[in-house]
């Protein structure tokens, strides 16, 4: 069985190894020279349905062709083919192209040649900078405004209930930068219900402004009229023959100013120069005249501001009982000193009395402030005083009801002291509030006259040094440009020398607007006034022994809430409609005289 295995294994290597043998000892076939070209191979194709025995028969036919010449396999010595075998074509080639590859566009035959614009080289004859440091930057010119309509003049003219008459007109002289004139007129009556309740505003003015080098001037000529009749009475004791009088007040005003145009220079010196004056009268024999020269000088070193201001107020009196002058002379010497978060106002009030009064004084004027927050918030505290002219004028536009031959007397602020805060809360919410104490000399006071003079009120003044303790607070709220709303309170307490109450001061008075535009045509506003409760005083006969008795009378808080609105129906017309005391309160301003009720008006407007 051993054997058997080994004589095939022998019999195995003896085959492997003479076959090769006699494959190396043939001679290699010699290189074509020449190329026997035959049809292409075609790509064969059988038919879907072919049985065994006919492809087998193909396939010993394609052998037997291929060994008809030369090759290892043909036993002819004498044959001399270049060719190793022989390809049979069996079928022709067709070729197939498949549809996404063919091209279906047909070229274009026209002959487009681009145009091609001359090209025109102008070198620029500049040297190049070696110097590569950072240069500054030049300023933009403003581009020229493009107004489609410059309209420099507007009048307005509306009526409404209580008889009521509006007129308003502006003019003037157009956009010039060197010169500006322009005028107004302003007329306003209406009437309420009660016996000649009426008043009437009428306003006059001229002004003009004009740069001359480095300086400007500017000046104005003003007239103001206000009538009205004296109806309040007591309706607890009426007259049977009452019949009120008439008061009107004239007011023929001008100013002129000279002042050195503003310069974003460093250690400059800035100086102005004011006159100003007015003539007032009443429809008795009240008359005060007044003439103001003012000015100051101011020289900038850096952060450091040295200056001096000062006024010379000259003002005379009279009336039926008497005639005075009233002058005063005031300098201010300041020193102030301003840097990142902190700024600082140093100096005096040096004030003195000529004429009718004859006292001296020396006030502190000083401010500081100091940045809490950066760019938010600013802590200031300020100390001031100064002297309060006594003023027929100014009486009469507090209270258009006073009388004649009224007190003169200058009240005197003796120490004003106020701390507080102010600043940005929010993007376009701003405020300040603050807490005072003033220390009042002479604190002048209006209350009732009635039993001397009828309906007519006068002038008192609290002997001795007042104390007044408050507090401010404001705020103001710019949503955009087409939403604002602002506020304003202020709460007082007085501790008086000599005086009961502070006749017909509110302890309490709060003030609020808010401007609307709903679009660059539509305009709406609205404003409440809330005044506290205040006290005046009457003298009551006493029965029995006819002694005149001081008794306090009481007069109600009370809100005023006015609003208008305005349309522009083109740039030219607009119509617009004012509402006020929308409440319709009966309130009283001074005691027995009440206010108008509710009041409605509206016009037109036009601008040319």
Known sequence: MNLKYIFTLLTLIIALYFVPAQAQTKKPAKKATAKTVKKPAAKTTTAKKTTAPKKAATTAKAAQDTTKKGGANNNNPENTSSLSEEIVVTTAYKPVLADAVKIRRNPDLEDKVPFKAPLAYTPLDKRQEQNSEIRQLEAMKRPPEQDSVLLNNYVK??????????????????????????????????????????????????????????????????????????????????????????????TIGGEAELAKNFKDVENDFTYALKVKGYAFSDAYNARENNFIISGFINQTVKQFYAGLSGSLDINSQKDSLYKINNNILRLNPYIKFQGTGY??????NIEKEFGEFGKFYIFPAAKLEVQVVPKYVRLFVEAKGDINRTSIRDFANINPFIGQNIDIKNSVDQLDISAGLKGTLAPGLSFKASVFRNSVKNLPLLVSNFAAEGNKFKVIYDDGKARINGFNGELDFKASDAFNIFGRVEVKDYQLASEAE????????????????????????????FRGATKDRVFMITPGNGASVQTPVSISSFADVSGSAEYKITNKISVFVQANNILNRSYQNWLYYPNYGFNIFGGVGFSF
């Not at 017909?504 to 709903?518: M, V, Y």
């Open 157 to 250: 003219a509306g009526a409404g209930n209580l008889k009521t008459l509006f007129g308003e007109a502006y003019f003037a002289n157009g956009r010039d930068e060197a010169l500006q004139v322009g005028g107004y007129l302003k007329h306003f009556s209406q009437s309420g219900s009660l016996e000649k309740q009426s008043q009437s505003k009428d306003d006059v003015g001229v002004f003009g402004k004009s740069i001359l080098g480095d300086n400007n001037i500017s000046g104005r000529i003003t007239y103001n009229r206000m009538g009205t009749n004296f109806y309040g009475y007591d309706p607890n004791n009426p007259v049977s023959t009452f019949v009120p009088g008439k008061q009107h007040f004239n």
């Open 343 to 348: 700024k600082i106002d140093a100096g005096v």
């Open 502 to 529: 502070p006749w017909n001061l509110p302890k309490f008075l709060l003030t609020a607007g808010t401007t609307i535009h709903i679009d660059n045509k539509l305009s709406i506003s609205g404003s409440l006034m």
